[in-house]
């Protein structure tokens, strides 16, 4: 059995700190073979840059996740194009810098694959397809790779249920991203793929999403536009842990968790 923490998406400072703080823990408690983030909130709010690449991984990140911001900082598309642990969206144009999947060796030699993809409602308009993308990367996949993780980082739930049975039986978990708000939905699908919705928010939940609530009220209030600066208070950390048979690669156990930063 290999043991996934699937997080949440790490949003500025505060996100990254709690982290930092929470993972070595649950590593240990829960003999966490692969370490899988959503990281593209973790510079300022928006995007990865190369230094908040460096430091998600030293704090314990094995495979990277990105969606919509992907190429908000730009010092992140040469650390995409070299580093095996950090994906962009499969769905993006073909010519996209960066990798479509990427591949952790965890210390048993059992393999983790994770993939990318962005919905397409309320989202970037340029992207392909999401379920066709994801068809096409599980072609090209090695064939000794089990355990599939896909990041579905979309608006509409509807989407990211429609991407769990889509792939039902076919990858090991189906984890939705990017509404920064944790669903309550987590199962085993019938053919052995655990699933939710949303992971929810690494970040600071004295907030609106995890920007400052008092500037998000004032935009929402006067309608006069005002900078989303990142919140700090009530840091927490939001995803799953997820054990998957190593030889078939189905989901046998799936848990919701939320760990409060000190």
């Not at 089990?146 to 984890?175: N, P, Q």
């Not at 939905?185 to 655990?194: F, N, S």
């Amino acid at each position: 059995m290999l043991h996934l923490l699937c997080v949440g998406d790490v949003v500025g400072p505060p996100g990254r700190r709690v982290f930092q703080e929470v993972v070595p823990a649950l590593v240990a408690k829960h003999e966490i073979d692969c370490v899988i983030v959503n990281a593209e909130n973790v510079t300022q709010g928006a995007g990865l840059s190369a230094a908040g690449y460096e430091k998600i991984v030293q704090d314990g990140a094995h495979l990277i996740t990105l969606g919509d911001h992907v190429y908000r900082r730009k010092d992140i598309i040469g650390v995409m194009e070299r580093a095996a642990n950090v994906v962009r969206p499969a769905n993006l144009p073909a010519n996209a810098p960066g990798r479509e999947f990427a591949v952790h060796e965890t210390s048993s030699g059992r393999k983790v694959a994770v993939i990318s993809l962005l919905g397409r409602m309320f989202m970037k308009t340029m992207v392909n397809c999401p379920f066709a993308a994801v068809d096409r990367v599980l072609a090209s996949l090695p064939r000794d790779i089990k355990i599939i993780v896909v990041d579905m980082h979309a608006e509409v739930t509807s989407e990211k249920i429609a991407m769990g049975w889509h792939l039902d039986g076919r990858v090991s978990v189906v984890f939705g991203t990017h509404t920064h708000v944790p669903t309550a939905d987590e199962r085993i699908l019938p053919k052995g793929t655990a699933y939710i919705t949303d992971l929810g928010m690494t970040g600071p939940y004295d907030s609106v999403l995890g920007r400052n609530k008092d500037r998000v009220l004032g935009a929402m209030l006067s309608g006069v536009p005002s900078p989303f600066d990142v919140a700090e208070g009530d840091a927490r950390l939001c995803g799953i842990l997820v054990s998957v048979d190593s030889s078939t690669g189905r989901a046998d156990k799936i848990e919701r968790i939320r760990v409060n930063g000190g």
